[in-house]
C-alpha cells in the first residue's frame, strides 16, 4: 500500500510538472534605466532589457497581454508564451523601453497612474531616494509627525553624504538586511511608514520633509512620469498597449469603497480622455494579496475593465482568475542570468 501511494504521488508530480511545464508567463517591469542607486530595483538598464528581449524573441512566443487573456479564456493558449507589463508610468518606458520593443518586435502594456500624468509630482520613494541617498546635507535630527504620532530619528555623522559615499552605496537597496548609514535606515523606514498613507497624508508629509531638508519640489526629468502626449506616442502604433493603474497608486484595500471605486473609475476615464480609446486592462499598485482586497476586485469588474495584473508569482493558465493575473517581477539580470531563468521556466 505504501509503494502504491509513493507510486501515485510521483505519477501526480510528473502530471503537474507536464502541464505547467513552458506555461504562459507574464513579466513585470517597472523601468528601463540607467540610473544608480536603485534602491527599490525597479530599473533594468537598457543594455540588460536589450539582451532580456532578444532571449524572449529566440526562446519564446511573446504576445499581446489582452491576446493572452483572449487565448486563456479560450482554452487555447500557446506554450511558452510571454506577455511584458510595465508599472507606473514612467518617461523612460517611451524613451527607452518601446524603441527596444520595437527593434525586437515585442509588445508591451504600460500601466499608468493617470494623477502623475504631467503632474511634476515624482512617486514618494523617489521623493525620499533625493533626499536621503543623494549627495548633500540634512539636519541632525528628525522628527515627523504622521498620523498624531511623531517619529524621531538622529543622523549623527550621516548629517553629511558626499559623492564618494554615494557612489560606493550605490548598490545598496530594500532588500539588503543591513542599512550601510542612518540615512539608508531613515530611507526603509519612512518607505514602510508613507506605504499605506491616504494620499493627501501622504503628500502633507513629504512636504513637510522636503521642507526640513530645505529641499525645492522638483520632479527630475530622470524620474518623472509620462507626459499626455507622450502617453499617446507610447500607444499610437499598437506595439504598446495603455492600462490604468489607478489615479494616486495607493494600497487600494487600506482606503474606504467609494474612494477605491473612484481611482479605478477617474484613471480610466482620464486615460480614455488622451487616449481616445477604451482602456480594459488595469493593474493593482503593489499587487500583492493584502495590496487589494475580494471587495476590490469586483470594483474592477464594475468599473468595465476586461483583466487585471496583480504582483504574486504563478502561471497563466485556463482557470486563472483574469481579473487577479499571476506576474513573475524581472529584475536588472544580464543576458546570461535571464537565459538560466527562462531555461528553468521551460524546464529543459
Known amino acids: ?42 530599473s533594468v538598464t537598457s543594455e540588460h532589457f536589450g539582451q532580456q528581449l532578444q532571449i524572449l524573441r529566440q526562446s519564446t512566443t511573446p504576445m499581446k497581454l489582452q491576446d493572452m487573456v483572449r487565448a486563456m479564456r479560450n482554452n487555447q493558449l500557446p506554450r511558452r508564451s510571454v506577455a511584458v507589463t510595465f508599472d507606473d508610468g514612467y518617461a523612460d518606458n517611451l524613451y527607452n523601453a518601446k524603441p527596444l520593443l520595437e527593434r525586437y518586435g515585442v509588445p508591451g502594456t504600460v500601466y499608468v497612474s493617470s494623477g502623475y500624468v504631467g503632474s511634476g509630482r515624482e512617486f514618494y520613494p523617489d521623493v525620499l531616494e533625493r533626499i536621503f541617498l543623494q549627495p548633500g546635507s540634512l539636519p541632525e535630527e528628525l522628527h515627523l509627525t504622521v498620523n498624531g504620532k511623531t517619529h524621531r530619528w538622529h543622523l549623527g555623522n550621516a548629517t ?30 519612512l518607505c514602510q511608514l508613507l506605504y499605506a498613507l491616504p494620499e493627501c497624508n501622504r503628500r502633507f508629509a513629504l512636504d513637510a520633509l522636503t521642507s526640513w531638508a530645505c529641499r525645492q519640489s522638483i520632479c527630475r526629468e530622470t524620474h518623472r512620469v509620462l507626459r499626455a502626449e507622450e502617453v499617446c506616442l507610447l500607444a499610437r502604433d499598437g506595439l504598446v498597449e495603455v492600462g490604468s493603474h489607478t489615479v494616486d497608486h495607493p494600497v487600494l484595500s487600506a482606503i474606504p469603497v467609494a474612494d477605491q471605486r473612484k481611482e479605478l473609475q ?24 493584502s495590496d487589494y482586497s475580494a471587495e476590490t476586485v469586483e470594483l474592477v469588474r464594475e468599473a468595465g475593465y476586461d483583466h487585471a495584473c496583480s504582483n504574486f508569482q504563478g502561471h497563466v493558465q485556463p482557470g486563472v482568475d483574469p481579473w487577479q493575473l499571476p506576474r513573475f517581477i524581472v529584475r536588472d539580470w544580464d543576458g546570461d542570468e535571464f537565459a538560466a531563468w527562462i531555461r528553468e521556466w521551460r524546464d529543459l
Not at 165 to 171: G, K, L, M, Q, S
Open 1 to 42: 500500500m505504501i509503494k502504491q501511494g509513493i507510486s501515485t504521488l510521483r505519477g501526480i508530480a510528473r502530471r503537474l510538472k507536464q502541464r505547467y511545464r513552458s506555461a504562459p508567463l507574464i513579466l513585470l517591469y517597472h523601468r528601463v534605466s540607467d540610473l544608480r542607486p536603485d534602491p527599490q530595483l525597479l
Open 160 to 189: 553629511h553624504y558626499g559623492v564618494d559615499a554615494c557612489r560606493a552605496n550605490a548598490a545598496w537597496h530594500v532588500l539588503d538586511p543591513e542599512s550601510p548609514t542612518p540615512r539608508h535606515h531613515i530611507y526603509r523606514a
Open 266 to 289: 477617474e484613471s480610466k476615464r482620464r486615460l480614455e480622455e488622451i487616449l481616445d480609446h477604451p482602456v480594459t486592462s488595469f493593474a493593482y499598485p503593489y499587487g500583492t494579496r
